[in-house]
């Protein structure tokens, strides 16, 4: 098993310390996210053997497409997570980017397609639709995009929220991209299970990842169709426990009282239920931060999305990932603050004791076996 490793473009900026924001709320870091900065990130993860970055979509932050677009050609192996959400185009023509994108990079492109769970970011682009009706689309939407990518016929379809007629491609992208999706309600299940290759999920501990990878597993069996799974998650790892920790502490001791209690707030409101798990994980209690061994929910007292990191020494995140392995989980998505230099700590420390381990190798080394083709869940 070859674990695959990806990385995280902060495009509303960069910090020594905490953002604060996210997921439909305003946020900014005191490194702007030029694109002299990202490209830095980029060559970062490049050259420390991440597979590919994400990059977040939402009012929040830069757009993606045309973000990632204009880094590719700065950049030689690194894939771009880009993220997307359905109902704010056309599936004809985000399958047409994605072909384009696909063909200029080399086969670059990966795909996070996000539904949306805070309703009032999705009224400012326009879309209305209650929660249950926005997975259905996203179902609808995929639907779409994978006839388009993989059909020489002209594609037809008519359904609630979406409606093609004589839709074809002139150029399909080869390879497909791999989809990754994320959610953890009734509604994202099944969409999940049917359309997805990659299933994300946030940090969680152990024990609750397990029961989810069991449950959208069971759901895909349905379809006769077997996913791999993906970990969202922040990592601070250091040559010992006692450094890791504290810079755990640093962090925590920047933050703005006034933020935790604005961005509390702001998550209140979320219709998402992944947001709601990762707010759950403290118990109501803001000081019960360790949730688990290495596993802290300090990032989530101020960032929305994914709120939870992998505090230790480069042997403990070590463990702790190995662990998540066990239970599936082959592709994991992580960040770090600020995001240039926690690439080569994590890059430097970790990787190299997973290469040892048999859990890693690095993407693209030609004494290594390729690793296995990626095939079709919301997770920033």
């Not at 946020?27 to 991440?50: S, V, W």
């Not at 590919?52 to 880094?71: F, I, K, N, S």
């Not at 997570?81 to 990966?110: D, E, H, I, K, Y």
């Amino acid at each position: 098993m070859s674990l695959a490793f990806h990385w995280f473009l902060p495009t509303y900026g960069d910090s020594r310390n905490l953002v604060a924001g996210g997921h439909g709320t305003a946020m900014r870091g005191d490194r702007p996210a030029t694109l002299k900065y990202l490209h830095q990130i980029c060559a970062a993860a490049e050259t420390n053997g991440f597979e590919a970055v994400l990059t977040p979509t939402g009012l929040w932050c830069e757009d993606a497409w045309l973000t990632t677009a204009m880094l590719v050609e700065r950049t030689e192996t690194l894939k771009f997570l880009v993220a997307l959400r359905p109902g704010l185009t056309s599936p004809t023509l985000a399958a047409q980017m994605a072909g384009t994108f696909q063909r200029q990079s080399g086969g670059r492109l990966l795909l996070n397609v996000v539904t949306g769970g805070e309703p009032h970011e999705q009224r400012a682009y326009g879309d209305f639709l209650d929660k249950q009706s926005r997975y259905a689309r996203t179902g609808e939407f995929l639907h779409v995009v994978r006839q388009l990518w993989t059909s020489s016929e002209p594609v037809t379809f008519t359904g609630d929220h979406i409606r093609v007629e004589g839709a074809a491609l002139n150029n399909r992208p080869d390879p497909v991209p791999a989809v990754f999706f994320g959610g953890s309600s009734g509604s994202a299940g099944p969409v999940a299970a049917k359309y997805s290759d990659v299933y994300l999920t946030w940090g969680e501990p152990v024990g609750a990842v397990g029961d989810k990878l069991d449950w959208i597993g069971g759901l895909a069996a349905e379809h006769g169709r077997t996913l791999q799974y993906g970990l969202r998650i922040h990592v601070i790892s250091r040559d010992t426990s006692a450094q890791a920790w504290a810079e755990a502490d640093r962090l925590l001791a920047g933050v703005d009282p006034a933020d935790v209690t604005r961005m509390q707030a702001n998550l209140a409101r979320s219709e998402s239920e992944g947001q709601r798990r990762m707010v759950e994980l403290r118990g109501g209690n803001n000081d019960r931060l360790v949730i688990a061994p290495n596993l802290w929910a300090g990032v989530g007292l101020v960032r929305g999305g994914a709120g939870t990191a992998l505090v230790g020494s480069h042997d403990e995140v070590a463990d702790r990932l190995a662990e998540y392995a066990q239970l599936g989980i082959t592709h994991f998505v992580l960040s770090g603050y600020p995001h240039l230099e926690e690439a080569y700590w994590f890059g430097e420390g970790v990787l190299p004791l997973l290469e040892r381990r048999g859990l890693w190798a690095r993407p693209n080394d030609q004494s290594t076996p390729a690793p296995m083709p990626l095939a079709v869940v919301s997770a920033h």
